[in-house]
């Protein structure tokens, strides 16, 4: 059989074999800018989003609504109905409204704290940075302090002492944490202030406050935003251990630890009750960590 | 320059002393390292002063005294007949829009998160916040204009440009304001030679159409005679020797001056043969030598040197830091050829 030169099909054949560069079709174009991964995360936070938002007016029942005779209905595929489809709960209360309600708490609380813990975090590690000498000491004495404590123990006696509000509950939350944030700031401010940029911007009559907030907390918010989807899921997780000790959010009130909690009684017989929510809680802290990460490499001017 | 003018810029016996440990014993021994051991000049108002010695010797200290960056440990600094402090208080900060630095390493010395034009505006930003935005941006566009950047660089970031356009947005940010006082701490050496060019001519072309006074500092002999009015030579943190640029360069009187300008590379190859070649390193100058400290490299050392430091002293608008000159018969000094 001999070769067709002329034949356009085996040229390009020829050409494809031999090429070097092979172009990227689209799909693999577009995977490598958004990662599966992430798509997936985003999805879920915008979910997550929606249901903070809406709550109520998706939640298909109220959430607090008892109907004995349909107690402990299983979900859908597991020989339940589609009027329940996540099922019920021992008291007949449907698991999906209260998963939406759940979800709807847990991720205020846990996204109000976080910012409480970074401006706290972030404005007293700049102020170590830019006093340095006694005041750094005594911040410094401060975020030992709260690091040598565990956080439980001290969230359990403020708890036990003053009661419980749902202000109180996230203003608590909001002192989860701040001492890494503070440190990370204070470190990554000193040693910005060695570099070149800050020094020069201060040189050019920029006043401390324009230097660390245009300047300084621009270039190590990267880190920062790392630090803090580090704490968002921990706040999750701690307002869920509070909550699953009863000392979180107060009955009728639910939320993620709560549900997981209150359905520990029926893992054996209903599962669902406690799964559902616990689904949830690791969705949704991955889902963070993964669009930190990604934000991260996002921000970086640098890296693009 | 005429005598009645008053300077811009006058410094008196400068000093600048870090603590210091050295190794040896438990903590060490303290020690001074004296960066900047008691200098004088001064800048008249449009003129250029060239600064210029080794690595090590005091310049960059210098110029940080010069603009109050750190602060002194004796002497006494007037721009304008006002004292320059390191305070960085609010007098300090708005003391920054009449003088302003051009740094060595331009990426070091930019927000590697904002843009060009951003930079750029930076101190009309600082120092009149009360502009409005639009006018801003056409001050940063005919900034951009004068330095040479193009019109479509102003959303770039630093790390997007090459070395020569970041210098360009390190001089272009340090002009936004239309300072007095210009320092230059090594400007372009940082830079290839072709690009040095071209940024010392703008430079030259900027300080022609806006008048601003500069001190210049660096290593690099030719660079300071293309740029100044007046050049000192340092010398471990003293000024040996300084004068018009033509004296200095032509006639150097100091030992060490002859050796730099002899370093000088040509073209012409009679003039090699001619070469000092100093011996050594410069001395530490944690333990800088008594009398002269260029004593222990000078060809033409006497007993005097080792003992007792030499004076500036003027003879004609030429000073210079040396025995053998100062001692000599008026008018003789010691010939380089």
């Not at chain 1, 970074?118 to 750094?136: I, K, N, Q």
């Not at chain 2, 004292?83 to 927000?111: E, K």
Request: aromatic content about 8%.
């Amino acid at each position: 059989m001999t070769l067709e030169l002329n034949d356009p099909k085996s040229l390009a054949e020829d050409s494809g074999s031999g090429s070097v560069f092979t172009a990227k079709d689209k799909l693999t174009a577009f995977f490598e800018t958004w990662p599966p991964l992430v798509l997936f995360a985003l999805f879920w936070i915008a979910l997550c989003a929606v249901v903070v938002a809406f709550a109520p007016l998706i939640a298909p029942y109220d959430f607090m609504a008892m109907d004995l005779p349909a107690r402990l209905t299983p979900p859908v595929f597991f020989g339940g109905v589609w009027t329940h489809p996540l099922g019920t709960d021992e008291l007949g209360r449907d698991v999906l409204s209260r998963l939406i309600i759940s979800i709807r708490i847990s991720v205020v609380i846990a996204f109000l704290s976080t910012l409480i813990a970074a401006t706290l975090g972030v404005t007293l590690g700049f102020l170590a940075a830019y006093f340095r000498g006694r005041v750094e000491q005594l911040i410094l004495i401060l975020v030992d302090a709260q690091a040598s404590m565990p956080f439980m123990i001290i969230a359990l006696a403020v708890l036990a002492f003053l009661g419980n509000s749902l202000t109180l509950f996230v203003i608590l939350m909001g002192f989860y944490g701040w001492e890494r944030i503070a440190r990370i700031a204070r470190g990554l401010a000193i040693s910005a202030n060695e570099q070149g940029y800050a020094t020069a911007v201060r040189d050019l009559g920029a006043s401390p406050w324009r230097i660390y907030s245009r300047h300084i907390l621009p270039n190590i918010a990267s880190t920062l935003i790392v630090s803090m989807t580090l704490n968002f899921p921990e706040v999750i997780l701690l307002e869920s251990g509070l909550s699953f000790l009863g000392l979180g959010i107060q009955p009728p009130m639910t939320s993620l630890g709560n549900m997981v909690g209150y359905g520990r009684d029926y893992i054996q017989s209903a599962p669902w009750i406690m799964l559902a929510p616990s689904i949830a809680i690791v969705l949704t802290t991955l889902s963070i960590s993964i669009v930190g990460d990604w934000m991260r490499d996002l921000f970086d001017p640098t890296l693009k | 320059m005429s005598a009645a003018e008053t300077p811009l810029l006058s410094v008196t016996n400068l000093k600048r002393h870090y603590d210091v440990r050295l190794p040896g014993g438990l903590f060490g021994t303290p020690a001074t390292l004296k960066a900047v051991d008691g200098i004088s000049f001064e800048i008249m108002k449009g003129k250029t002063l060239g600064l210029v010695g080794e690595s090590g010797c005091g310049k960059s200290t210098t110029a940080k005294l010069v603009l109050g960056h750190i602060p002194v440990t004796a002497g006494e600094i007037r721009f304008d007949g006002e004292r320059v402090t390191a305070n960085h208080n609010a007098q300090w900060r708005a003391m920054r829009r009449r003088m302003q630095m051009i740094y060595q390493d331009p990426l070091g010395a930019l927000d590697r998160r904002l843009s060009v034009a951003d930079q750029i505006g930076e101190p009309i930003q600082i120092h009149e916040p009360e502009t409005p935005k639009v006018e801003r941006d056409e001050r940063v566009a005919s900034l951009m204009a004068d330095v040479g950047l193009r019109r479509d660089m102003a959303d770039r970031f630093p790390h997007e440009l090459s070395g020569g356009q970041r210098q360009r947005v390190v001089i272009a940010r340090a002009l936004s304001v239309k300072p007095d006082l210009l320092v230059g701490d090594e400007p372009v050496s940082a830079l290839d030679v072709s690009i040095q060019a071209q940024v010392l001519n703008l430079l030259d072309d900027l300080r022609q159409s806006t008048g601003f006074t500069a001190l210049f500092i660096s290593h690099d002999l030719k660079v300071v005679r293309q740029m100044s009015d007046r050049v000192a030579v340092m010398y471990l943190g003293r000024i040996v020797e300084s004068g018009a640029p033509e004296e200095v360069f032509r006639r150097p009187q100091h030992p060490y001056t002859q050796a730099l300008v002899s370093a000088i590379p040509t073209i012409r190859r009679s003039v090699v043969s001619n070469r000092i070649v100093l011996k050594g390193d410069p001395p530490n100058p944690v333990n800088a030598p008594s009398g002269c400290p260029f004593h222990t490299r000078c060809p033409a050392v006497v007993a005097q040197c080792r003992t007792e430091v030499p004076a500036l002293l003027e003879t004609a608008g030429h000073k210079v830091a040396c025995h053998l000159v100062n001692n000599a018969p008026v008018g003789a000094g010691i010939a380089a050829e």
